[in-house]
Structures are given as structure tokens and as C-alpha cells.
């Protein structure tokens, strides 16, 4: 059940589109549950089919779509790697290499601590950035290293509740 909190980010969400038009808050619906959540399970998709009053299938092919969407738990870091063009230009491969080394994952992989989750990104539209990451979906970092990538990483895990330390 979709808690009140989401209902009511997501009644604020339909405020900006008319009445009858209720699917279009369908991504912002989608990132809201994900974001309290922290990945969207079947019946994740079901409440918010209903509550938008959309067909199941619908909402599923939204969220199966975009890759910010999570359909299976993700960690508690989700590190999504930029690997297009402009990104494999400027050595995302060797950025790419370093985090699977250090979290001893590959894409799509969560740590066995459930920390990190390593994805990979298509265009991120930061091409003068170039490589770069997110890190759940909102915080961007640039021009990357690995010395800045094990900056990062440190520093996620100096956050409360995050004492193990990275090989």
C-alpha cells in the first residue's frame, strides 16, 4: 500500500496535469515509491497503476524502459557508470575496470555487504564531464579517476551507519 507520504508527493505531482490526464505522472509516481522503497517490486507497479488509474502493463513498460528504475533490489549506493561515446572517449573503460576491482562486482551486481550496485549508463547528457557516474540516480561526478572514484567511495561509506572499509 502506498504509503501517505507517497500519495501525497505524487497528489502534488498530478496538480500538473489536467484532471483526466492522471498517466502522466506516471515517472514522478514511479521515482517517488523507488526513492522510499529503493526499487520497485511487482506490486510496487500495482499500487501505482491503481492509484493513477492506469492499466498494470503500462506502468511496467515505463519502468522497464528507463534505467533509473530498479525492478530488483539494488545496494544501498546504486553507481551507475556512463559508458557511451563521449564517456569511452575519455577512458569510462578504465573507471568501468577500477570500480569492478574494488567492489569485486560486475554490472549489474550488488556487493555482499549491499552497499554498492554497479550499473551501467547510456548518455547522461554531461558529455563535457566526461567519464562520469551517478550515485542513486542523482549525484553526478565528473571527470572522474580512479583516485577521485576511491574519493567517492570513501566518502559514501564515512556515512552514518557505513563503517566497513573497501579492499
Excluded at 526499487?39 to 534505467?67: C, D, G, H, T
Aim: proline share 4%; aromatic share 6%; hydrophobic share 40%.
Amino acid at each position: 500500500m502506498l504509503s501517505s507520504e507517497s500519495i501525497k508527493k505524487i497528489d502534488y505531482e498530478l496538480t500538473k496535469y489536467p484532471a483526466d490526464q492522471r498517466q502522466a505522472a506516471v515517472m514522478s509516481a514511479l521515482r517517488i515509491v523507488q526513492t522510499e522503497r529503493g526499487w520497485l517490486s511487482k506490486e510496487s507497479i500495482s499500487e501505482v497503476a491503481q492509484y493513477l488509474r492506469m492499466p498494470e502493463i503500462a506502468v511496467m513498460e515505463v519502468a522497464s524502459f528507463y534505467n533509473m528504475y530498479d525492478l530488483a533490489p539494488v545496494g544501498q549506493y546504486k553507481i551507475t557508470v556512463c559508458t557511451n561515446i563521449s564517456c569511452m572517449l575519455r577512458d569510462s573503460d578504465e573507471i568501468v575496470n577500477h570500480l569492478k576491482t574494488k567492489l569485486d562486482v560486475d554490472f549489474n551486481e550488488t556487493t555482499t555487504d549491499g552497499k554498492f550496485c554497479l550499473k551501467e549508463g547510456e548518455c547522461m547528457g554531461a558529455c563535457g564531464g566526461a567519464p562520469l557516474m551517478t550515485v542513486n540516480n542523482h549525484t553526478m561526478h565528473e571527470f572522474l579517476t580512479p583516485a577521485k572514484v576511491d574519493a567517492i567511495l570513501q566518502d559514501l561509506l564515512q556515512q552514518p551507519s557505513n563503517k566497513e572499509v573497501l579492499k
